[in-house]
Structures are given as C-alpha cells and as structure tokens.
Nanobody
Framework: QVQLVESGGGLVQAGGSLRLSCAAS????????MGWFRQAPGKERELTAAINWFGSRTYYADSVKGRFTISRDNAKNTVYLQMNSLKPEDTAVYYC?????????????????WGQGTQVTVSS
C-alpha cells in the first residue's frame, strides 16, 4: 500500500510558476513509476507528466512540454512537478499517482495509487 500526499498548489497569475510536491509513504517508492495528472471541471483526467522508477526517463503531454518538469528524489520519497509559464488553461486539480510497474505509464488505469489532489488556479 502506498499513501500519496500532494502539496504546493495555489493561485498564481498567468506567466507565474508553482512547484508541486508529492510525498509517498508505506511502500518501496523507488520501485514505482510516478505520474502527475490533472482534471479540470467538466473534463477527463489527463496525464501531464510521468517519470520512471529511476528518474532516467520522462514523458510530457504536448500541452505542457517545455513548461513543466517532473523529477523525483527517491531518498526523500518525493516526486515534484515544476510548472513554469503557467496559463489559465492549466487551471485544474492536480493528482499524483504511482504505478507498481516501474516503466513510464500514460493511462490512468495503469496507476495503482492516487493522492487526494491539489488545486492549481491560474488567473489571467
């Protein structure tokens, strides 16, 4: 069992930056692939970024490529999402997720554990 707790969300103006953190506990974090998803009102949950168990491979959705950076610190059991040049369309609840299989995963159904989410609001 893995428990995931996100933090770092908030209100920011367009063009600003936020750094989300996801602290994991309860299992061998370093063996899990991790992902950051987001869900805006009335829309499906979508993957923004993912990272493999070792941190050697990453994946980004086209909508965030060049602006968001996912990273992990296995010694701290934490995964991060650095979000720069934020846009109003980035407004959503952001969820951290963990997949038992250590390689990159892109579908929500591939993830086994989820955090409670953190709200990110970008004002224009």
């Amino acid at each position: 069992q893995v428990q995931l707790v996100e933090s770092g969300g908030g209100l920011v103006q367009a063009g600003g930056s936020l750094r989300l953190s996801c602290a994991a506990s309860g299992a061998t974090f370093s063996s899990y692939a991790m992902g950051w998803f987001r869900q805006a009102p009335g829309k499906e949950r979508e993957l923004t970024a993912a990272i493999n168990w070792f941190g050697s491979r990453t994946y980004y959705a086209d909508s965030v490529k060049g602006r968001f950076t996912i990273s992990r610190d296995n010694a701290k059991n934490t995964v991060y999402l650095q979000m720069n040049s934020l846009k109003p369309e980035d407004t959503a609840v952001y969820y951290c997720a963990a997949a038992v299989v250590g390689g990159i995963r892109t579908a929500p159904n591939d993830y086994n554990y989820w955090g409670q989410g953190t709200q990110v609001t970008v004002s224009s």
